[in-house]
């Protein structure tokens, strides 16, 4: 029908995908007049969106910070020139004590992947480092535990070479509460306890020994005050744990104050946590004797140090391990609970010994060639 469109008119009508182009009517082939195809910006885009992409994961993995802490090795330093004792009790040894640390940080993505490879670092989420402590307050309660075991460390070393060292205190304060354990919900971090069973508690040991003189189920009498000086009494049922009672508690002692025989002053080189308890400790006795500790020898040292001298886990064995490693100290002290672990990653290099009490270190000391008896004998000295 006249002036009807075609069916291939009505398809150039309405195909709007090919290019339009306008064919020479000789041969067919597009004419040389023919309009250019319509420049698309949008094509541009294809190379730039993944170079884009690229440069926005490396700086997320510049500058991102994740809620992980990487523990990697720190180092192993002298212990020796950080105890400073009056002129003319000091002994400066040929030996060395050396205090391994670990670095302990929060990491960016780019820091978590190289953790994740080092088989000296471990990646951790920040609730295992942290628990519901802030992070600025972790920082501040690591500087104590630091003062709290500088403290002991020096009265323990003192002891041990025979100064009367009498300790005073205001009772055993809650530091923290486990979850899980008989005390939850009945005693809160900073409360104190005054008494046990009627026995007065003005020292933590004394708190813990009369707890451990139960059995797990009896029942414990406690007379706790708050942080505002009010008191009350709880009576709890003591759960088991490895064949002993435990509360669900951990303490130390409030306000506590020693007399000590002379000043000896120890620094801690802004290092934190309880972990340079042993070492310090070793150390005191060390700086304090005429005897050789060490034998001469170079002997890394990782542990708490409890005022009775029992020595604890500290953690982090693996990093401190490689601290020692990388220093070529060739004897390293552990804790009996990390002591597998340490000798698997020592290497050939560095022999690894153990300890669960300072008697027992002292006595490890001594099969390296430490002047341990040299060391008993100074110390029956000033108690004369």
């Given amino acids: 029908m006249a002036g009807c469109p075609t069916n291939a008119a009505k398809r150039q009508d309405v195909d709007t995908i090919d290019p339009m182009v306008v064919?020479?009517?000789?041969?067919?082939?597009?004419?040389?007049?023919?309009?250019?195809?319509?420049?698309?910006?949008?094509?541009?885009?294809?190379?730039?969106?993944?170079?884009?992409?690229?440069?926005?994961?490396?700086?997320?993995?510049?500058?991102?910070?994740?809620?992980?802490?990487a523990l990697a090795p720190g180092d192993a330093r002298t212990v020796d020139d950080l105890i400073e004792a009056p002129e003319g009790r000091a002994y400066p040894p040929r030996g060395r004590v050396f205090l391994a640390t670990v670095s302990l940080q929060r990491v960016k993505a780019l820091g978590a992947l190289r953790g994740w490879i080092d088989k000296n670092i471990d990646v951790v989420h920040e609730e295992q480092i942290l628990g519901d402590t802030p992070r600025r307050q972790y920082r501040r309660q690591n500087l104590q535990l630091m003062d709290d075991s500088k403290e002991t460390a020096l009265v323990v070393g003192l002891r041990y070479l025979g100064y009367t060292v009498a300790e005073h205190g205001k009772g055993a304060l809650v530091v923290s509460v486990a979850d899980d354990l008989p005390a939850a919900g009945r005693i809160e971090p900073g409360d104190t306890i005054l008494s046990v069973d009627g026995t007065p508690t003005q020292l933590v040991q004394q708190a813990v020994d009369a707890i451990r003189a139960h059995k797990p189920g009896d029942a414990v009498r406690l007379e706790v005050a708050d942080p505002e000086g009010r008191t009350r009494v709880e009576q709890i049922v003591l759960a088991e744990r490895e064949g002993g009672p435990i509360l669900g508690v951990t303490m130390r002692t409030k306000d506590r104050t020693f007399d000590l025989p002379f000043d000896v002053a120890i620094e801690s080189a802004g290092i934190g946590g309880p972990s340079a308890g042993l070492a310090f400790a070793l150390g005191v006795i060390d700086k304090l004797s005429a005897g050789e500790l060490t034998g001469g020898q170079r002997v890394a040292v990782t542990g708490t140090i409890e005022i009775d001298g029992r020595v604890g886990d500290v953690g982090g064995v693996i990093q401190k391990t490689a601290a020692v490693r990388a220093e070529r100290v060739r004897y390293f002290l552990v804790p009996p609970g990390e002591y597998e672990i340490a000798r698997r990653h020592a290497g050939r290099g560095v022999t690894v010994l153990q300890a669960g009490t300072l008697d027992e270190a002292i006595a490890a000391l001594g099969s390296i060639g430490g002047d341990v008896e040299g060391l008993r004998e100074t110390a029956k000295g000033p108690t004369r």
């Fill in 23 to 69: 064919p020479d009517p000789a041969t067919g082939a597009p004419s040389p007049e023919a309009p250019t195809p319509p420049h698309r910006p949008f094509n541009r885009l294809w190379w730039a969106l993944p170079a884009l992409l690229f440069v926005l994961a490396v700086g997320a993995l510049l500058n991102v910070t994740l809620p992980y802490y």
